[in-house]
């Protein structure tokens, strides 16, 4: 579908769950390059109710929502999402899409064979990668250089008392799904490719400890869990090497103010036709990989691998 000039680019928005209201709806609403044209949910009664204060209509099917958008924007469960946004990519639809942006690593690559075939812009909401603190951090550990090491941990209760404690899919897949793809990716960002699962063990509380192995011969640890009664929760990252150590600062903007951010960069893809971004879908598989690897070799006890990604073992 071709983009209409200088006009808004007409954003439709699949699912009306917490992170739909909460982040999704609001920030499309109130970027100035974007509007919101229609929501399209299992619940009808819940897509209207989203709809309604930005002026949105209902899609009855998601073919209808399709027929009013020039991109498409998930906020659903990883299985629900992969599948619909093959259709949109097929049908010209760029893409918003949320992390993992599948069930499976063979899923997430038809997903990206899709997307290439048609040549349409995608994004992976990765919130901490459009922070400015996270970006001038980045800049600085690339400037540097020498790194040999790193460690992320990423700790909450999101799973214990929020709004995404009720979500089956969270509660299937733990931390690694949910707040992984963030900490492999902001690893894999800071320290090069993550080539290798080197351990991985998951205890309880949903307590995950991963070390990885980067192509540039530099170790990483993380950690995670979402049923810690942690208040408020910790994000954190840190490299260290020949220039000592360097701490990823706390997030000051909101993730509406980072969602902003990746609004501004996905219009421009769209106007420019650039196909690219260091958050596209090509992203996506490769953290898809990783977390598949992981969920695939962690078992009752302590694990060592092989450095292959994306294989189950045995």
């Known amino acids: 579908m071709a983009e209409r000039g200088d006009a808004p680019l007409r954003v ?22 974007t509007k919101l044209a229609a929501v399209w949910a299992r619940r009808e009664n819940a897509a209207a109710a989203l709809a309604a204060p930005y002026g949105a209509t209902v899609a009855r099917s ?8 020039d991109a ?4 659903v469960p990883p299985a629900v999402q ?16 949320e992390k993992p942006i599948a069930a499976t690593a063979e899923e997430a690559e038809r997903l990206v064979a899709a997307a ?19 970006i001038e951090w980045l800049d ?14 990423w700790l909450s209760n999101a799973l214990l008392d929020s709004p995404y404690a009720a979500s089956p899919w969270r509660h299937e897949g733990g931390a690694l799904a949910d707040v992984g793809p963030h900490v492999l990716d902001l690893l894999d960002a800071a320290l090069g490719e993550i080539t290798g699962v080197l351990a991985a063990y998951r205890g309880e509380p949903d307590l995950w400890q991963i070390v990885l192995g980067h192509a540039n011969g530099a170790i990483s ?28 600062p706390q997030r000051a903007e909101s993730a509406q103010d980072c969602f902003h951010r990746l609004l501004d960069d996905f219009v421009t893809m769209v106007h420019n036709g650039q196909t690219e971004h260091r958050c596209d879908v090509s992203r996506g598989l490769h953290i898809q990989r990783l977390v598949q690897t992981i969920g695939y070799l962690v078992g009752p006890g302590h694990i060592r691998l092989s450095p292959e990604l994306g294989r189950q073992p045995g």
Request: charged fraction near 15%; glycine fraction near 10%; include cysteine.
């Open 221 to 248: 640890t993380a950690c995670m869990s979402m049923r810690l009664p942690v208040r408020p929760g910790i994000s954190e990252a840190s490299v260290f090497g020949t220039h000592g150590y360097l701490e990823l």
């Open 12 to 33: 439709g928005l699949v699912g009306a769950g917490p992170w739909a209201r909460a982040l999704h709806a609001p920030s499309i609403n109130a970027h100035p390059r």
């Open 82 to 97: 992969a599948p619909l946004a093959i259709h949109a990519a097929q049908a010209g639809r760029h893409l918003i899409l």
């Open 62 to 69: 998601f073919k209808e929502l399709m027929s009013t958008a």
């Open 140 to 153: 600085e550990v690339h400037r540097l250089g020498g790194w040999t090491g790193g460690t992320a941990r």
């Open 116 to 134: 290439d075939e048609a040549a349409v812009a995608t994004v992976v909401v990765l919130t901490r990668r459009f922070a400015t603190s996270t």
């Open 72 to 75: 498409i924007s998930f906020a």
